[in-house]
């Protein structure tokens, strides 16, 4: 069911601009300038979202917002108007202090695209995230995985891409895993979605090597993927079945993932190792025990989580963890990726500090595998050593 959305407003050029925004944003619409008939739809109707007017000729939005109150109204409430910011924040706090949940306080003039994002943003998460929901978009091919680069800080060469998930949804566009990959764990659905993301991605990494772009990719796994011992060899099977060889494949799981299940992680981690596959600590420096997995585990690359790069360029503290981090690694024998290096100062601190890779926005965010053969065109022609 979709979420119903009940907009009160007096100017009927902007009613009408609101429906059409949140129609094509995936809601039902209806539009009244009557406080009256607002209240009898509000009973009648149960709206799931609420844009409220602060200012109309009938009503003050203050009214509205205290019926609401006194409705016990757990819609969503945006409220809007074309006063300056702190009336609208003082409307916002108000509303808050009386129970409601007010997402957002909107100023006119308001453009399709402002509006458009702040919608699709606050849909109802049980419409949205569900287990059938997540079943149906994994069987209709709309989970899928975007390819971010990373480069080489010596060559400036692109040495790779990681695999990051997306829902592509028909009308809520483009869902982040943060939003769905926890549900997928918690409903039993994530060796589904990992195996998803696996075929897809191996896949796509024979296709670019039949275009001539030899490349590697790397994708996460959860710490509940690594319960299967068969694992190892059912990968191996589908990379042979691609014709992609195993060490052009990196799979990356978290320190805490690699402790969820210590003994039976480390038997297949240590078959991945032995399959020729690549396996990377993601998110170093966030977990516990790192030292500990980093010593017991066959890991070939280490990423530092991004909470350390963006702070390495001015903090001197940031500095001298990255710094250690990169000597420790070495001193292992794995190569080293930033993660999240979104400016020119935090790559050339890297540089120096002797870091092997970068992955982030300074570089490249994640794009559509389409996408990629002119993304490497365009960075080798910028950088001709590449
Ligand atoms: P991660 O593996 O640490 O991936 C890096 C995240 O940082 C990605 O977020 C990426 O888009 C984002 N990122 C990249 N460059 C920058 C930057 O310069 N600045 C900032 N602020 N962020 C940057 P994304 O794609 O939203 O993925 C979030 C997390 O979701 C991933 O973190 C990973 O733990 C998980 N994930 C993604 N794909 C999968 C998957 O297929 N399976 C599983 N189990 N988890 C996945
Ligand atoms: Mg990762
Ligand atoms: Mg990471």
Redesign the pocket.
Same mark, same amino acid.
């Given at each position: 069911m979709s979420d119903r959305l009940l907009v009160i407003d007096d100017e009927i050029d902007f009613a009408l601009f609101v429906r059409r925004v949140a129609e094509t944003s995936g809601y039902e619409v209806k539009t009244t300038a009557d406080p009256n008939e607002f209240r009898k739809i509000f009973r009648e109707w149960h709206p799931t979202h609420i844009i409220v007017d602060l200012v109309m000729p009938e009503a003050d939005g203050v009214e509205i917002l205290r019926f609401l109150a006194g409705d016990l109204c757990v819609a969503k409430i945006f409220i809007m108007s074309g006063f300056d910011s702190r009336v609208v924040d003082a409307a916002r706090r108000l509303g808050t202090e009386r129970g409601l949940d007010i997402v957002a306080a909107l100023q006119k003039p308001l453009r399709a695209r402002e509006l458009a994002n702040v919608l699709e943003s606050n849909h109802s998460e049980e419409d949205l995230v569900t287990e059938t929901s997540l079943r149906e978009a994994l069987q209709h091919g709309d989970i899928l =995985?975007f390819y &971010?680069p990373k480069v080489d800080l010596r060559s400036w060469d692109p040495v790779g891409f +990681? @695999? *990051? $998930?997306r829902w592509r949804h028909a009308r809520r566009g483009t869902i =982040?895993?943060?939003r769905f $990959?926890p549900m997928a764990e918690a409903c039993g659905r994530?060796d589904e *979605?990992?195996e998803s993301?696996t075929v897809q991605a191996v896949s796509q990494v024979g296709a670019w090597r039949d275009q001539g772009i030899d490349t590697t990719v790397a994708?996460? *796994?959860?710490s509940l993927n690594l319960h299967e011992e068969a694992l190892a060899d059912r990968l191996d099977a589908l990379c042979r079945h691609a014709g992609v060889p195993e060490d052009h494949i990196t799979f +990356?799981v978290?320190e805490s993932a690699a402790m969820a299940e210590p003994l039976r992680a480390l038997d297949i981690l240590t078959r991945l190792r032995i399959k020729g596959f690549k396996l990377a600590i993601?998110?170093f420096g966030t977990g516990y025990s790192s030292l500990v997995q980093l010593h017991r585990l066959p890991f070939s690359e280490l990423k530092i989580d991004?909470s350390f790069v963006q702070e390495c360029d001015r903090s001197r503290e940031a500095k001298i963890i990255v710094k250690t981090m990169i000597e420790l690694a070495h001193n292992l024998e794995m190569s080293v990726v930033a993660? !999240? $290096?979104?400016t020119e100062e935090v790559l050339h601190t890297l540089a120096a500090l002797n870091c092997d890779a970068v &992955? !982030?926005? @300074?570089v490249a965010h994640?794009m559509s595998p389409d996408l990629v053969p002119a993304w490497l065109a365009e960075w080798r022609s910028g950088h001709p050593h590449a």
């Open positions: =995985p &971010q +990681e @695999a *990051l $998930v =982040p895993p943060e $990959v994530i *979605l990992s993301v994708i996460n *796994l959860s +990356e978290t993601d998110d991004r993660e !999240g $290096v979104e &992955q !982030g926005y @300074a994640p």
